[in-house]
C-alpha cells in the first residue's frame, strides 16, 4: 500500500483543507477503538511509524489505504470526507452506523467463553487480528472471510455465528468436514443411506396424507 502524498489523494480530499483534518480524523478514530498505534497499524498492513506519520501530519494517507481503514474498522466513509468546518458526522455516528448483522458480537463472546479462550487466544488460532475480533465484539461488521476462519476455529456453524440459526451451530457440515467425509467412503456410504432412508420415509408419509385426503374428497 501506498502511502505518499499524491495528486489523486489531494484531488479526493480536498474538502478537508488541510491535511492537518486528516490527521485528527485519524487520530480520533484509533483513539476511539482504544488501539495503539502497532495495534491500529497490523491489520493494515502498515507499520506503527505509518500510522505516526499520519497522525502528525507529516504524511498522507492514500485513497487505497483510506479505504482499508473503512473496510477493516467498519467505518462510514463519510467520516473522512468531512471537511474542517463542517464535522456533522463524528467517529462515534460512524461505529454506529455500521448497522452490523444483529446478535453476532454476542455469539462469539459466547463461543469463546464455552471453550474458555481470551480475544489474544482467539486471534493467534484463527489468523484474525485481536483488533478485528474487539471491534466485532462491540458491534462492528465481520467479514465472510472472517466468519468462516473464527467459525473453523471454534468449531461453530458458520451459519450459527452469522445468523443465529441454532440447528446450525454444533457438528458444521464445512469445509473442513467434507474433506475428511472425501477420504472415509465407509462413513459417507452410512451417512448417504440414513439420508436416503430418511426421504423415503417423508416421501411415505406426505403420500399416506394424500391419499387420505383424497379418499375423503371422494366420499
Not at 16 to 38: D, F, G, P
Not at 49 to 62: L, M, N, W, Y
Amino acid at each position: 500500500m501506498s502511502m505518499g502524498k499524491n495528486k489523486k489523494t489531494v484531488k479526493d480530499f480536498e474538502n478537508m483543507n488541510t491535511n492537518n483534518h486528516l490527521s485528527v480524523l485519524i487520530k480520533e478514530l484509533r483513539s476511539y477503538l482504544r488501539l495503539s498505534q502497532a495495534s491500529f497499524a497490523e491489520p493494515l498492513g502498515l507499520s506503527p511509524t505509518h500510522i505516526a506519520r499520519f497522525e502528525k501530519g507529516v504524511s498522507v494517507p492514500s485513497i487505497e489505504t483510506i479505504d482499508t481503514i473503512c473496510q477493516v474498522y467498519s467505518v462510514d466513509r463519510r467520516y473522512f470526507e468531512t471537511s474542517k468546518e463542517n464535522t456533522s458526522i463524528s467517529v462515534e455516528d460512524v461505529v454506529n452506523l455500521t448497522n452490523p448483522e444483529e446478535g453476532i458480537a454476542e455469539r462469539i463472546k459466547i463461543a469463546r467463553g464455552e471453550i474458555g479462550w481470551s480475544q489474544n487466544e482467539l486471534a493467534k488460532r484463527s489468523g484474525v487480528n485481536q483488533a478485528i475480533i474487539n471491534r466485532v465484539e462491540f458491534g462492528a461488521k465481520l467479514t465472510e472471510k472472517q466468519a468462516v476462519k473464527l467459525a473453523e476455529t471454534l468449531e461453530i456453524g458458520v451459519e450459527w455465528l452469522m445468523q443465529g440459526d441454532e440447528k446450525k451451530k454444533k457438528y458444521p457440515a464445512d469445509q473442513k468436514m467434507i474433506l475428511w467425509l472425501w477420504d472415509h467412503e465407509d462413513v459417507r456410504q452410512e451417512i448417504w443411506v440414513r439420508m436416503h432412508a430418511s426421504e423415503g420415509k417423508e416421501q411415505t408419509e406426505y403420500a399416506g396424507q394424500f391419499s387420505h385426503i383424497e379418499s375423503s374428497s371422494i366420499k
